[in-house]
């Protein structure tokens, strides 16, 4: 999985040192297999980006069902910039640890749609780090980066023009999404795990875009989802997704408000709604 949110305490944003982001009544940790766990994956969105604790899908879920009667608590593990690929390690990684939920869920779409290469957001970054001169950069002649740099075995990934239209990747994409998903539930089926996967609400579809306050209009029109939702929307509607899986791509279609707290994320109203469906 690469890269995770660190640890932070503060007025609006408290991060645990196991990776997750409090929600609201947040549940103990480990968590108490007597309890009704709820594991949350997905990226910046999921995680919250530009709302406070307790404005969070996962966050808004616990509050609903802190009236069901039973002792259930939401892990956020929403992490900026993750994708399906991500989440299915992160996921595995929970489980081998012994941190295995009852309920799983994935919210994914935004970022699956802008991810061409199938590596972590700074792949291409570390690996510029790893193949600098000895001389260049402060941090080339470290004992652990000297240490990674021997123990790479693959060349790193070269970057893809992000050209949907010419490359035609949006097929790619959607069939590594439901190969990942295939991957989550088996690992799921193996350790009891309910998973449910949500394919997210992004700004380009199915919204008036004159009411995304922050976005640079003509930007957002050439963003991967533009192309990619749709494709996606024919792809839901000619295949048999199962009962786990929760279209809300369309959920903000005809709401004539402001959604978004800048060009992706969404306001806590919008969340709300989101961890209502």
Do not use: C
Request: proline share 6%.
């Amino acid at each position: 999985s690469q890269f995770k949110e660190g640890p932070y305490r503060g007025t609006s944003v408290n991060v645990d040192e196991a990776g997750f982001r409090f929600s609201k009544n947040q549940g103990p940790w480990p968590p108490d297999p007597k309890n009704v766990n709820i594991f949350f994956f997905g990226g910046s969105t999921t995680f919250g980006y530009g709302v406070a604790d307790d404005q969070t899908i996962p966050s808004y879920l616990q509050e609903f069902l802190d009236d069901s009667g039973k002792d259930v608590f939401v892990y956020n593990f929403g992490r900026g910039y993750y994708f399906s690929t991500q989440e299915l390690v992160l996921f595995e990684k929970l489980l081998a640890n012994e941190f295995v939920p009852e309920i799983a869920i994935f919210i994914d779409g935004i970022n699956d749609m802008d991810n061409l290469t199938n590596e972590p957001k700074f792949s291409e970054k570390i690996s510029l780090l790893f193949n600098a001169p000895a001389q260049s950069g402060a941090l080339s002649g470290l004992p652990l980066i000297n240490l990674l740099k021997s123990l790479r075995l693959d060349p790193p990934a070269q970057s893809i023009a992000k050209d949907y239209a010419k490359q035609k990747n949006v097929e790619d994409i959607v069939k590594r999404y439901m190969r990942n998903k295939r991957l989550i539930e088996a690992a799921a089926e193996k350790f009891g795990v309910l998973p449910v996967f949500v394919w997210q609400p992004a700004p380009t579809y199915k919204y008036d875009l004159t009411y995304n306050l922050f976005g640079n209009h003509n930007k957002l029109q050439n963003h991967s989802t533009a192309l990619g939702y749709p494709y996606m929307a024919q792809y839901v509607a000619e295949h048999d997704m199962g009962n786990n899986f929760l279209y809300l791509a369309n959920a903000q279609e005809n709401l004539k408000k402001p959604l978004y707290v800048d060009p992706l994320h969404y306001t806590a109203e919008f969340s709300q709604e989101i961890a209502r469906r």
